[in-house]
């Protein structure tokens, strides 16, 4: 068997194998379901009415979305301009221990000043994160996966010793937790009364403002160029090594955002469980969303409705909720093939 | 040696069709090869040379007609079958594993290299011996990685002849040969016909065309527009065929040379790769002129190259534009200080392969010209382009079309463009036409003397003596490093820039090292 290039798909070529891949990636699961002895019908029909059944399902839905619509965004920006970021799982609780530190009464500002101000803290503290190993990388040569990778484990057990040492909660009957943030520290809701706080919002704003910065300013051509070719980049006169560190304090910032509009909007306080590994599940949102903005805002809202669904059927049909994972990986395996189909024929010899 | 027997082919393609959306890439092309015969397939770029070879070799279908190897039809789009009846191509762009030894390679997708039934000495001796019928020097046991082009190109030409191919056929082979690895490949050729071997040979450079075929088929279009006997053609003649018109060389009157734009004084840098940098090079770039640097490749073009183009610093000497000493230097300063560069790597360093037409056009100017406040103005830019695509002819479906859909001289007529635009002091041309059709390398080569006239200095790097020769007002020739004196224009013959290329006549090095 031999790939052999297609110069000029064309739009069903383009569209055609992504769509057969959630096609059979509900095939998979539905097979998986058969044999942990539920009817697949029920139980796709039990996952979308889970996530989005009813008022509180579709804003649960959109509530998990928000964090992965922030880790996607940071990873698809990083990805684009090669830079391997695995790390969107530190950046976030970086941005969540700012907000805490900012957001527990060491600041008496009023909310339109006090939100702002954490939000940019919260983004400079996981734009640091990120731009150590970025620095490493263009002075060094040191390889930026391995880095990222590792400094999530260094930064989660940082996190664990903050919690139970100087972040931790006076009044917290031991726990390892912080200490509630001030009102003036919450995200209010979108709609007073409904369950969707102003973290949705931003997401969607910062998914709108990366898609300006790729299309119509020179920081986005640039991390376009430096991502595609940084031979060619560098002899243009592109400074790909000051194109590669804003990458990272981008990228940092926007999955730094995840932990701010965790703790400030849901949460309230910071725990070591704050974050189900959103930061890599960031990886699968940017990867579904072919690393453009607006895929991921729709990448987030599926991968969130399966989780969320998946969680509602298995307690009205005692199927094991891991088929939320499970879906989550074939969907991602088979669509990295699809885009392979999209760009190649594939020829027997 | 001659096709003396026409009744037996060992090649027939017959009424070959292929279509590309609207473009017809062949058109009922049709022609026989004989035993022992070398066919020359001449085209521009874009005429159809390497699809109808593709069809052959069965890499693409056919939309109609067929081939035929020894009398029987091949399947079409069957690579295999077409490995089995014989055939044994040489591509443009090698595909070796560099990590693998030469006889690994030679036997990779014949043999499983972890079969038991596999025996290295044998294989080898193998090896040795079809190296020494066809007098190509490989030592089966040297890694690819450290080969030089020209071995690499051998060891493609040995797996063909592993596999005992009848008929090999060679993509543009001396595109990346220097003239004495042309010469080593034709006595190959030579050899390979004479036992019986018959080869088509994909070219555009006339002089070799006349040098090693018996029969020359010129494509234009997708169609076969003239088939001549070489002995009954001339150059002249197949280059009116290939372009469809007469072809003359822009002439290149002498100049009056000027003040010293670029000079450099004992100049070293640090070696790329296994490449030697500058040892203690003085050199002027002088206004008006084309400077020709001669030399095998790989004895510090490369470091010269960079050097200008703002990519590395000196290590020591001094080096001065327009007078000026260089301080800080990179490739944005290099633009700003009016040098303009034609890299060596038109794909990797030229251009960004899936950036459009439009982007890879402002690729050099987009902060200072198409951007305010750091917003592109990209309605500029595609005016830009679609400028740049009248004025130096750029033949694309737009401007918005991905640069990795252009010929290779059209690419490099856009980078000539990018380079030009700005009117340059300084032209720094690396390699400018190599690998591109003789009515590309007509209008560069016309461009850079139209630059030189209006005061630019121009660098010419070339392997190439007859485009040094022709060009040239003033010839250094390179050496392990070393820069030989100027010889004003009409003072050397080729033989003697050959002596320096192979590096004699040097001083010993002012230092020890």
Known sequence: ?349 | MTGAEPAHPVLRLSDITKRFGALTANDRVSFDLARGEVIALLGENGAGKTTLMNILFGQYTADAGTVEVFGRILPPGAPRAALDAGVGMVHQHFTLAGNLTVWENIVLGAQSLTALSLKPREVKARIRDLSQRFHMKVDPDARVGRLTVGERQRVEILKALYRDAKILILDEPTAVLTPQETDALFATLREAIAQGLSIVFISHKLHEVMAISSRVIVLRHGRLVAERRTEQTSREELAALMVGAEVTAPEIRPSTPGAPLLSLAAVTTAGIGSAPGLDAVTIDLRAGQITGLAGVSGNGQAALSNLISGLTLPLSGEMRIAGQPVGDWTPRMAIGRGVGRIPEDRHRTGTIADFTLTENAILETYASQFARHGWMDWQAARAHAEEMIATYDIRCPGPDVRIRLLSGGNMQKLILGRVLETGPQIVLANQPVRGLDIGAVNYVHGRLAEARDKGAAVLLISEDLDEILRLSDVIHVISEGRLSPAFPRGTMRPEDLGQWMAGHGFEEPAHAS
């Open chain 1, 1 to 349: 068997m031999r790939l052999e290039p297609i110069a000029n798909p064309t739009l069903p070529r383009r569209t055609l194998p992504p769509a057969l891949a959630l096609i059979a990636t509900f095939a998979v699961a539905a097979l998986l379901v058969m044999i942990a002895g539920g009817n697949p019908a029920d139980v796709f029909g039990l996952i979308f009415k889970g996530a989005f059944g009813s008022k509180f399902a579709l804003l649960e839905t959109l509530n998990r979305a928000t964090p992965l619509i922030f880790t996607g965004l940071a990873i698809a920006v990083a990805f684009r301009a090669k830079l391997w970021n695995i790390g969107a799982e530190a950046q976030l609780y970086a941005g969540a221990v700012v907000t805490v530190v900012l957001g527990t009464g060491a600041l008496p500002l009023p909310a339109p000043i006090l939100l702002p101000l954490i939000a940019v803290a919260a983004m400079a503290a996981g734009a640091l994160v990120l731009f150590i190993p970025a620095l490493m990388k263009t002075r060094f040569g040191v390889d930026e996966v391995v880095t990222t990778l590792l400094f999530n484990f260094i930064f989660l057990l940082f996190v664990s010793y903050l919690l139970e040492g100087p972040l931790k909660d006076p009044m917290g009957m031991g726990w390892p937790k912080s200490a509630r943030l001030v009102p003036e520290a919450r995200l209010p809701r979108i709609i007073e009364g409904l369950r969707l706080h102003w973290g949705f919002g931003l997401a969607l704003i910062s998914a709108a403002v990366i898609w300006v910065i790729d299309a119509k300013t020179t920081l986005g051509f640039e991390m376009r160029a430096v991502g595609q070719n940084a031979e060619a980049a560098r002899f243009a006169g592109i400074p790909v090594t000051k194109v590669i560190l804003k990458t990272a304090v981008l990228s940092g910032g926007l999955a730094a955002l995840a932990g701010f509009s965790e703790v400030a909007g849901l949460k309230g306080s910071l725990t070591l469980d704050l974050s189900p590994g959103y930061g890599y599940t960031g990886i699968v949102v940017a990867m579904l969303a072919l690393l453009h903005p607006a895929g991921v805002v729709v990448a987030a809202l599926f991968v969130a409705a399966i989780f969320v669904g998946a969680d509602s059927m298995s307690r009205a049909a005692g199927v094991p909720s891991y088929i939320a994972d499970i879906m989550l990986a074939t969907a991602l395996l088979l669509m990295v093939l699809a885009i392979l189909l999209t760009k190649f024929r594939v020829r027997r010899d």
